[in-house]
């Protein structure tokens, strides 16, 4: 089956140019440092379109099918833009990203707002601007948008969150769908909410019901398994409750390959899958096909993004490991300090270089726990080199921070040799606009 570019290390675009040094769509990786700074994020605007493409022809045969963006895995202004451009919606899960895309101009209709503890003012901040869909998480959620809705004398459509029990094989962290997890109504619950909504939350109506089994995922049974349990569920409510739904909407997860021991589906693969439980388990079930929503984030922009960073001071350990400290780390990337995330690298102006060493790639913070790669082997590394760390264009930005103080840096897109501005890098005035010192202590 097509390759499809979340299984490639590199962004699509990526090659080495004349000058022997690494290029992403059409830019030169030293030439963009020497531009914008170090820590850069470099966004490949060809492989963002390419996913999108891989997964509208995937589903093609699908009539009834909404890709949207799950918006947490980088969210700015840009990407909101892009989406719109692709024809995919947003899957929100605050009141930030849900302004985000209201600042962007984005079809508030296309969007799913999803989250476990969703405030009233952000519930307030959906229906006031007329929300497509809202996933309804939990029982509370429930009386307190019902509530809203009935003051402001508004129905509401919505999906119903459930936990569908579905184990996939990734990081605990990033495992939603089985019984043992903060999301979503448990089985047992459902009917208790179905009925709750049709005899007293009537400002509400369930369009269907949403799962999400997890992230960086490798197996397809597992897209088989959450279509069958939402299906089997679906004809369960038609029959108890004499509702019919006509959505599911089953998330995201599909994984990105971020070193060669990484052997993700491709996305022809998984739509395969699911549309051949969609096809086999409404007629197992009775169920008419509903309209099909998925909402991938990590590899929508995973393979897309790479950091560059500069190398600075090293240091040798005595009969030990070699640490070669870059000038980003943690506040850009905290994936490996928090999920033993492994990337790749290469060192962009000595890629094809033979003198090798193993080094471990150290952050700038004050943690030991601050490793961007352990014992990589490398070209031997020289303060000043730029180093390049690829997919890190998913959960890198939008998780980053400012631990230490360390500015946000910068983002840039690139493609056809250009490359934009999407973020900005912070400055230190920025970082202190909030601080406040109280009056007793001017
Ligand atoms: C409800 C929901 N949908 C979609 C996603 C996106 O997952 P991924 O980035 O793995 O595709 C997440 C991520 O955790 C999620 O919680």
Do not use: W
């Not at 459509?157 to 109504?185: A, M, N, V």
């Amino acid at each position: 089956m097509e390759k499809t570019a979340n299984q490639s290390i590199l962004p699509i675009s990526a090659k080495i140019n004349d000058k022997g040094n690494l290029e992403i769509g059409g830019c030169d990786v030293i030439e963009l440092a020497q531009k914008y700074d170090t820590p850069l994020y470099v966004y490949d605007e060809a492989t963002i379109k390419s996913i999108c493409n891989s997964y509208k022809t995937a589903f093609e045969k699908y009539k009834n099918f909404q890709p949207m963006f799950a918006s947490k895995a980088f969210m700015t202004k840009y990407m909101c833009k892009l989406m719109q451009k692709e024809g995919f919606g947003l899957d929100v899960v605050s009141g930030g990203e849900l302004y985000t895309a209201i600042k962007s101009g984005f079809d508030m209709s296309k969007i799913v707002f999803n989250g476990n503890n969703k405030s009233i003012d952000e519930l307030e901040m959906a229906l006031d601007n007329n929300i497509g869909r809202i996933s309804v998480d939990n029982f509370l959620e429930l009386a307190l948008l019902d509530n809203l809705a009935k003051s402001k004398n508004k129905n509401i459509d919505i999906f119903l969150r459930i936990t569908p029990g579905i184990e996939c094989h990734t990081h605990e962290y990033i495992q939603t769908g089985h019984l043992d997890s903060k999301f979503g109504f448990d089985l047992t619950q459902l009917d208790e909410a179905v009925e709750l909504v049709k005899e007293q939350y009537t400002s509400l109506n369930i369009k269907g019901l949403h799962a999400h089994i997890g992230s960086q995922i490798f197996e397809t049974q597992v897209y088989y398994d959450v279509v069958e349990v939402i299906l089997k569920e679906m004809a369960r409510i038609k029959e108890k409750h004499s509702i019919e739904l006509q959505e599911m909407n089953i998330g995201g997860g599909l994984g990105i390959t971020y070193t060669e021991n990484d052997t993700p589906p491709s996305i022809n693969e998984i739509a395969e899958v699911i549309l051949d439980s969609l096809e086999s388990n409404s007629k197992k079930y009775g169920i008419n096909s509903p309209k099909l929503y998925i909402e991938p984030g990590r590899s929508i922009v995973g393979t897309a993004g790479a950091t560059i960073y500069t190398v600075g001071s090293s240091k040798q350990v005595p009969n030990g490991k070699k640490y070669v400290a870059l000038d980003g780390g943690m506040s850009d990337n905290p994936r490996p300090s928090m999920y033993q995330a492994i990337y790749t690298a290469v060192v962009a102006d000595k890629v094809h270089s033979d003198d090798k060493e193993i080094v471990t790639l150290a952050g700038k913070h004050c943690e030991s726990g601050d490793i961007i790669i352990k014992d990589i082997e490398l070209p031997k590394l020289e303060e000043g080199d730029i180093v390049c760390v690829f997919n890190t264009g998913a959960y890198g930005y939008s998780m980053s921070s400012n631990y230490n103080r360390v500015l946000k840096p910068c983002a840039v897109t690139v493609q056809n040799g250009q490359s934009s501005v999407i973020i900005k890098r912070e400055t230190y005035d920025e970082l202190i606009s909030h601080d406040v010192i109280p009056d007793y202590l001017s």
